[in-house]
């Protein structure tokens, strides 16, 4: 059942040496499809690796153009395309780095409206939109849509993620039942390209993990959150459990 | 007192609380995911909950970038 061209099987040679990958693995990502929330500094290395591992149908998603400002950490763009919608500027990339990916160009903002239309026809979200209240419109919907998604933040030198599969892990509101307010912005504050370089990579991982069956469920229902902070540097890890007054908790 | 924050020894005085630890580290509150010993502390005890000899504390930054 698993068919892969020579081509695929040269190209994929890597991924497939993998244990618990393999060509079955591969016929699973090229059956897949992703939607990236987002084409910054964290959707940059979300979408080239997801593209180069072979995800079959790609969503892009993002209403902005290209701006000098953005180059020092969106590594998918280029000088040469500053003006340019990030859409396209994504695909001209990723097309010439797999020109098997199927991809999706969706020029529109996520909001309350728009966001089930938008994600509906998409297995796994990856969300890498630059502020909270994107984050946690994406983790309600994909909550309500029963979607699993990979989700990071990050700011100056340091940034956290995580992966969250509806009814089986906890949610971003279970740690922040709230939408954290005042908290300073990437504009404000700065961020050093490499930091998203490892978030939205951790969240490209955390994706491909999902879909090749790697993920598995932990037996008490919890889940983890991944802080890289890069003035002490230091990488952490903390068990989140779920909040019993969650609205997550009634989602099996 | 003496507690691991991130892997690091950290001297605190007796009857520091996690606000009192934030305050320190100049971190908002708004902002911190702290874990003591596994268990990741509720964001409206923070004022309340003091550490113990030996504690090991988790702090990570909750950031909104992208
Ligand atoms: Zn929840």
């Not at chain 1, 000088?79 to 991809?103: D, F, H």
């Not at chain 1, 969706?106 to 990856?126: K, P």
């Not at chain 1, 370089?197 to 955390?206: H, K, N, R």
């Not at chain 2, 010993?37 to 930054?61: A, H, M, P, Q, Y």
Request: aromatic share 4%; charged share 25%; net charge neutral.
């Amino acid at each position: 059942m698993v068919h892969l061209t020579e081509e695929q099987r040269i190209r994929y040679a890597r991924n497939i040496r993998i244990p618990g990958i393999g060509e079955v693995g591969q016929a699973k990502l090229r059956e897949s499809r992703v939607a990236v929330v987002g084409l910054g500094g964290l959707g940059s290395p979300l979408c080239l690796y997801l593209a180069a591992a072979g995800i079959g149908t790609l969503g892009l998603i993002d209403a902005d153009v290209v701006e000098l400002s953005n180059l020092q950490r969106q590594v998918l763009h280029a000088t040469s395309r500053i003006g340019k919608k990030k859409t396209e500027s994504a695909a001209e990339v990723l097309q010439a780095l797999n020109p098997e990916v199927n991809l999706v160009l969706v020029d529109r903002r996520v909001t309350a409206e728009t966001a089930e239309g938008i994600l509906e026809n998409y297995d796994v979200v990856a969300e890498a939109t630059d502020n909270f209240e994107s984050k946690f419109l994406i983790n309600d919907v994909c909550l309500r849509m029963k979607k699993p998604f990979a989700t990071a933040g990050i700011l100056g030198l340091s940034g956290q993620a995580q992966f969250v599969v509806p009814g089986k892990t906890p949610c971003l509101r279970c740690l922040f039942p709230q939408v954290p307010r005042g908290t300073p912005t990437t504009a404000e504050l700065g961020v050093l390209g490499a930091v998203p370089g490892i978030l939205g990579s951790l969240e490209a991982l955390e994706i491909i993990r999902w879909v090749v069956g790697l993920w598995q469920p932990r037996e008490d229902g919890s889940g983890r959150l991944h802080g890289v902070d890069g003035v002490s540097m230091s990488l952490r890890t903390l068990t989140v459990r779920r909040r019993p007054d969650c609205g997550c908790a009634a989602i099996r | 007192m003496k507690i691991t924050l991130n892997g690091e020894m950290r001297d605190v005085g007796d009857g520091t609380t996690v606000a009192g630890l934030l305050k320190d580290l100049g971190f908002q509150t708004e902002g911190v995911v702290v874990e003591i010993n596994g268990t990741i502390i509720d964001r409206t005890r923070f004022e309340d909950t003091k550490f113990s000899e030996g504690d090991r504390v988790e702090l990570v930054r909750f950031v909104g970038g992208g």
